[in-house]
C-alpha cells in the first residue's frame, strides 16, 4: 500500500510537470517515468500514452528506453501485431543498444503468440547471446526452454530451466525461481525419468517449504510416484500435500488421486471418502451423485473414456443449467471423441458447447467425413462455419481450400473460385495455394475470363508437373486472350524442354511470332525444335528465310532435314524437294539429285512429293549436261 501510494503521489508530481512545462528538456524524461509508473500499475493504455510519442520522436537517450517500455505495454494488451510495429527489429546479439536489444524479448513473445513460434526462438536466443544483464534475462531463458520443450529435448530444456532458474533468484524474483525449478522437475517426466522427478520435487519441498508451489510439487511428485507404481509413496505425497494446504487449488485433484488409489488398493470407502471431500464444495450435490462423477472422472484420468460416457450421462440426467453443467458437458464430448466418434450426440454437443476447444477438431471431423463420403453440400457448410468460429487457426486455410474444392464439386464454380481467389488472398505461399491456383484457373478458363485464368495459373511456380501444366495452360489462357501468347509459349517450352507439348509450343510461338512480323523471334523459336517436331520446324524455318531472301540460310535449314528421322516424314520430304530446287536455281544439279533420290525412296509411291521427285529427277536424267557428264 505504502509503494501505491507513492506511486501515486510520484505520477501526479510528473502531471503537475507536465502540464506546467510542456516544453522543458526534462519533459522527455519525466514522461518516460510516468509511463514506466502506469506500467508498473497495471495501467498498461495509460503508460502507451505516454511512451508511444517518445518511442518514435524522443529524445535519442530516451527513445531506446521508451521502445522497451512501449513494447512491454502492447504486449500485456495482447497487441502482438502493434509490438512487431512498434519494435525495431535489430539482431539483440550484436547491436550496442542495450533497451533495444532487450526490446526484442517483446518480439519474441509476440511471435511466439502469433504462431510464429520457430522466429520466437531465434529472437530470444538473440537476446540471451547479448550477455545484458537484466531480471528479463530470466524470463528469456524460460521462453528458451519452452522451446526446447516444444521441439522434444527435455534435458536442453532442463538445462536452461535452471539457468533461468539462477537468474530469477539472482534479480530477487523467488517466484519466478520457484515456477522454474518446479517446471525443471517436470523435464525428468518429459524424459521418463520419474525417479528423478520424483526426487526434484521433494528436493523442492524440502528446499522451499514455504513456498506456494510447495502443493503443486507434491502433487505432481505423487503422480510421478504413481507411474512408478509406487501407489503408498504417491497417496502420502497427495496426503501430504492436504495436510499442508488442505485449501489449495491442487486439494480436489489430491482427493481424486487418494480415490483412484485406494480404489487400486481395494479401499473403497477409503475412495468414497476422498470423492466426498472432493466434492464438499457442492453441498446442493448429494454424495452418491458426486461420487458419480468423480467416478467418471477417475476414468477419465485414466484415459477409460468409454467407460466414463455412462457415467457423465447419468450425472447430466435433469443435471440444471450452470457452469458445473457445461463442464461435465465438455467432459463428456472429450470421451465420445476418444471412445465413439460415430456416436450422434457428438455433433449436438459440439453445437451446445461451441466454445469448447475440442469443437473445432470435431467440426473438422464432420466436414472431413462429409467430403470423404461426397456429401459435398454438407461439407461446404462444415468447412465454412469451421473459418467463420476461427478464421486465424491452423486449419482455417485448410477448411477454406476444402469449402472451394466442395463447391467446385457441386457446380458452383463462381462460389468456388470466390473461395479459392479467398484463400490465394489470405495465404498466398500456403500449403494448398498452388492447387488452388491450378483450380481456380481452371474455373476461370471454363468461365472464359481467359486473362483471369492467365494471372492464376502465373501463381504456380516450380518445374514439377503441376508447374508444367499451369505454364501450358497459362499460354492458352493467354492464346485465347490475344495477350502477349507468343512469350507464354516460349517461357513454357524454355522452362520445361521435356514436355511433350514443348516443341509444339515452340512452333505455335513461332506462327505467332510470324502473324506479328517478328521474323527473326520466329526462326529462333523454330531452331529450339528439337524433339519430334524439328522436321516441321525446320521446314517452317527455310520458308520463313526464302521469304526473307535469305537463300543461303534457308538451304542451310533444308540440309539440316537429311539427317531427321523419320525419313519418311512429310516435313522432310517438302523440305528436301524445297532444298533440291534452291540447288538447281542456283545451277548445282549434282546437288540436287540425290536429294530428289532420297524422296522417292522414302516416299508414297503416287504421293505429290514421289511425283514431284520424280519429275525432277527425270529431267535432271534426260539432261546429262546438268549433271556434268
Known amino acids: 500500500d505504502a ?113 510464429r513460434r520457430d522466429l520466437s526462438a531465434e529472437r530470444y536466443r538473440a537476446v540471451a547471446a547479448s550477455g545484458i544483464e537484466s531480471p528479463m534475462r530470466a524470463y528469456v531463458l524460460a521462453a528458451i526452454a519452452a522451446d526446447w520443450d516444444r521441439k522434444g529435448h527435455p534435458e536442453a530444456a532442463r538445462r536452461d530451466l535452471a539457468r533461468a532458474g539462477a537468474e530469477a533468484a539472482r534479480w530477487g524474483l523467488p517466484d519466478l525461481r520457484d515456477a522454474l525449478a518446479v ?132 450425472w447430466l440426467e435433469g443435471a440444471p443449467p450452470g457452469a458445473k453443467t457445461r463442464e461435465v458437458e465438455g467432459l463428456l464430448l472429450v470421451c465420445l471423441w476418444k471412445s465413439d466418434r460415430d456416436d450422434p450426440e457428438l455433433a449436438a454437443l459440439a453445437e451446445k458447447i461451441p466454445e469448447h476447444p475440442l469443437v473445432a477438431r470435431i467440426r473438422w471431423e464432420l466436414a472431413a467425413k462429409a467430403y470423404r463420403r461426397g456429401d459435398w453440400a454438407a461439407a461446404a457448410e462444415l468447412f ?36 479459392y481467389r479467398d484463400l490465394l488472398a489470405r495465404a498466398p505461399k500456403g500449403p494448398r495455394a498452388r492447387t488452388a491456383a491450378l483450380r481456380l484457373g481452371g474455373l476461370l478458363f471454363q468461365a472464359g475470363d481467359y486473362p483471369g485464368a492467365a494471372a492464376a495459373y502465373a501463381r504456380v511456380t516450380g518445374t514439377d ?37 514443348a516443341d509444339w509450343a515452340w512452333r505455335e510461338a513461332a506462327r505467332l511470332r510470324v502473324r506479328d512480323k517478328d521474323f527473326e523471334a520466329a526462326a529462333r523459336d523454330d531452331e529450339r525444335v528439337r524433339g519430334p517436331g524439328r522436321a516441321a520446324a525446320l521446314y517452317a524455318l527455310g520458308r520463313l528465310r526464302e521469304s526473307l531472301k535469305l537463300t543461303a540460310r534457308a538451304r542451310d535449314a533444308y540440309a539440316e532435314l537429311e ?34 533420290a532420297d524422296v522417292l525412296a522414302h516416299a508414297a509411291k503416287g504421293s505429290p512429293p514421289f511425283l514431284t521427285a520424280a519429275k525432277r529427277l527425270q529431267a535432271l536424267t534426260a539432261d546429262k549436261s546438268l549433271l556434268g557428264r
Open 563 to 596: 539427317g531427321v528421322l523419320p525419313k519418311d516424314d512429310p516435313s522432310r520430304l517438302a523440305g528436301l524437294l524445297r532444298l533440291g530446287l534452291l540447288w538447281e536455281l542456283a545451277n548445282e544439279p549434282r546437288k540436287a539429285a540425290p536429294l530428289y
Open 183 to 314: 517446471a525443471a522437475a517436470g523435464e525428468f517426466v518429459s524424459e521418463k525419468r520419474l525417479s528423478d522427478a520424483a526426487r526434484a520435487y521433494a528436493d523442492f519441498v524440502r528446499g522451499f517449504p514455504d513456498s506456494p508451489l510447495v502443493s503443486k510439487a507434491l502433487y505432481r511428485r505423487g503422480l510421478a510416484l504413481k507411474r512408478l507404481g509406487r501407489e503408498k509413496d504417491a497417496a502420502d505425497s497427495f496426503a501430504d500435500l492436504l495436510k499442508r494446504d488442505p485449501d489449495s487449488a491442487y486439494a480436489a485433484d489430491a482427493h481424486l488421486q487418494l480415490g483412484q488409489l485406494y480404489t487400486d488398493l481395494g479401499a473403497p470407502d477409503e475412495a468414497l471418502a476422498q470423492y466426498r471431500a472432493m466434492g464438499a464444495d457442492s453441498p446442493a450435490a448429494g454424495a452418491a451423485r458426486e461420487a458419480l462423477l468423480l467416478q467418471a472422472q477417475v476414468r477419465y484420468n485414466a484415459r477409460r473414456f468409454a467407460d466414463a460416457v455412462p457415467l457423465y450421462r447419468r
Open 3 to 115: 509503494d501505491a501510494g507513492r506511486d501515486a503521489q510520484a505520477l501526479g508530481e510528473a502531471y503537475d510537470f507536465l502540464k506546467r512545462y510542456p516544453d522543458s528538456p526534462a519533459a522527455g524524461e519525466v514522461g518516460l517515468a510516468a509511463g514506466a509508473l502506469h506500467l508498473r500499475r497495471g495501467e498498461a493504455d495509460r503508460a502507451i500514452r505516454f511512451l508511444a510519442p517518445l518511442a518514435r520522436r524522443g529524445a535519442p537517450d530516451l527513445r531506446s528506453k521508451a521502445v522497451y517500455l512501449l513494447g512491454g505495454a502492447l504486449f500485456s494488451l495482447g497487441r502482438d501485431a502493434d509490438v512487431l510495429r512498434a519494435v525495431p527489429d535489430v539482431d539483440a546479439a550484436s547491436t550496442p543498444d542495450r533497451w533495444l536489444a532487450l526490446a526484442q524479448a517483446w518480439r519474441a513473445a509476440a511471435y511466439a503468440d502469433l504462431g
Open 384 to 419: 465454412a462455419r469451421q473459418v467463420r468460429a476461427d478464421p486465424r487457426s491452423p486449419r482455417a486455410d485448410e477448411a477454406r481450400f476444402y469449402r472451394a474444392e466442395a463447391l467446385r464439386q457441386l457446380g458452383k464454380s463462381a462460389d468456388a473460385a470466390l473461395a
Open 465 to 501: 508437373a503441376d508447374a508444367a501444366d499451369a505454364a501450358y495452360d497459362r499460354a492458352l489462357a493467354l492464346a485465347k486472350s490475344g495477350r502477349a501468347a507468343a512469350r507464354a509459349w516460349e517461357d513454357f517450352a524454355g522452362r520445361f524442354p521435356k514436355h511433350p507439348k
